[in-house]
């Protein structure tokens, strides 16, 4: 998705897709690149100036996202993805496969903030387990006591925050909080 508000005002498209193998030529020179989990997210995320947001694909995106030239070349890259296991799995598999994702939203402080909208169950309705804890060399220090937490069988709270009940607004400021001033 391009947010970009000088390329939307001179009518440029918003939304793209790439295959992988598939040369694509970019509308502009992005100065960031948020990875995003959640499609909704990716395609209702508001202008921001130099920001093109790609969906992150899952567990396959560490995997796949590497072989996009131009995204693997591009020196700010941003991750933001769900609280919970998987999703700092999937940031420490990114960066272990290439991709130097910086995270958003994805912190200890983030989760007591919004803790209150977690998850205990699945659409299913079957409780969110305790994921079994893997080796996470990538994440940072304050990523890895959150995962230590998340896969702790004795942690008393909820395992899952979904990133879209984080609103927009808070990951626009979240970004050029990383810009600093």
């Not at 939304?15 to 997210?41: A, F, M, W």
Request: hydrophobic share 35%.
């Amino acid at each position: 998705t391009y947010v970009d508000p000088a390329h939307l005002d001179a009518g440029g498209r918003r939304h793209d897709s790439q295959t992988i193998g598939d040369p694509i030529r970019l509308p502009y020179e992005p100065s960031t690149v948020l990875i995003c989990e959640n499609k909704d997210t990716v395609v209702m995320f508001p202008r921001h100036p130099g920001l093109i947001v790609v969906e992150g694909g899952g567990t396959a995106g560490s995997r796949l996202l590497p072989q996009i030239p131009w995204l693997a070349q591009h020196g700010d890259v941003v991750y933001w993805g769900d609280i919970d296991a998987d999703g700092l799995t999937i940031l420490n598999a990114m960066r272990d496969a290439g991709i130097p994702a910086r995270s958003i939203l994805m912190d200890p402080s983030t989760y007591d903030n919004y803790e209150r909208f977690g998850a205990s169950s699945n659409p299913d309705g079957t409780p969110v387990a305790c994921r079994p804890r893997r080796v996470t060399s990538h994440l940072t220090a304050s990523e890895q006591r959150l995962y230590d937490d998340l896969t702790d069988p004795d942690w008393p709270r909820v395992r899952r925050i979904e990133q879209e009940r984080i609103p927009l607004h808070v990951a626009v400021a979240s970004l050029a909080d990383l810009r600093g001033p």
